[in-house]
């Protein structure tokens, strides 16, 4: 259709991509005949206070768990009012421990899979969904990223289409590649968790200690949209 935008034909693209009923009823069967499927946690960080947009967040992973199962929610908020009993697993943080807080959380979970999300931005159920298909046959991957639908502010929408794992993709653009990863629960407790120094960006200073540990094995994409999230600011192109 011509007379859509180019970020309408990405959304309507996206919606061409989601799974149908019947195709969800089979990959459920097939996760279902697997002796250990992939438990998810997704820990939800609030440090503003917003609770709409953690709301948002998380009423987007109430639709992912009713798709896949397998997903447990936390939530990190600087405000009070998470422990009101309205939110699920919540927990109160602050702008200076809320890392130390996941990693002390993960340690406690029995899950498989951690990935952090920031209030607002929302998971697509057929994106968990498949990435619980993909990694049914992948007990050698202890990291992994994959692809994200942008927000503008202005409404209109870009797709971040993430190429395979590339080094120095990675280090010059960390603020696209850097975000949005899933951990494994042993390799991340065996890392020794998110570093507290690296509030900005946790997710990369890890992987970068994991490459230097490990090496280049072990590191996946999912080439699925999983996630709508808003743009990262480029800094290191400014």
């Not at 590649?177 to 900005?200: K, P, T, V």
Request: aromatic content about 8%.
């Amino acid at each position: 259709d011509v007379s859509l935008s180019q970020g309408q034909h990405q959304k309507k693209w996206l919606e061409y991509r989601s799974v149908t009923p019947a195709q969800r009823e089979l990959a459920l069967a097939q996760i279902a005949t697997h002796p250990c499927p992939p438990i998810f946690a997704f820990a939800v960080v609030d440090l503003e206070g917003d609770l709409t947009k953690l709301t948002a967040t998380l009423d987007s992973l109430k639709k992912s768990a009713a798709d896949y199962p397998h997903l447990l929610t936390i939530s990190f908020s600087v405000s009070t009012e998470v422990s009101n009993g309205d939110f699920e697993a919540a927990i109160h943080v602050t702008r200076e421990n809320w890392i130390a807080a996941i990693n002390q959380s993960i340690a406690l979970r029995d899950v498989d899979w951690l990935g952090i999300l920031h209030a607002g931005e929302e998971l697509i159920s057929s994106g968990v969904l498949l990435s619980g298909l993909e990694l049914l046959n992948a007990p050698d991957c202890h990291a992994l990223y994959f692809d994200v639908m942008y927000q503008h502010a202005d409404g209109s929408h870009g797709l971040a289409l993430r190429p395979d794992f590339n080094l120095d993709y990675l280090l010059s653009l960390p603020s696209v590649m850097g975000r949005h990863w899933l951990f494994r629960r042993n390799a991340l407790l065996q890392a020794g968790g998110f570093d507290s120094c690296f509030g900005e960006n946790p997710e990369f200073e890890l992987v970068l200690r994991m490459i230097t540990n490990k090496g280049l094995q072990g590191l996946g994409h999912i080439a699925e949209v999983v996630l709508k999230a808003e743009p990262p600011p480029i800094q290191e192109l400014t």
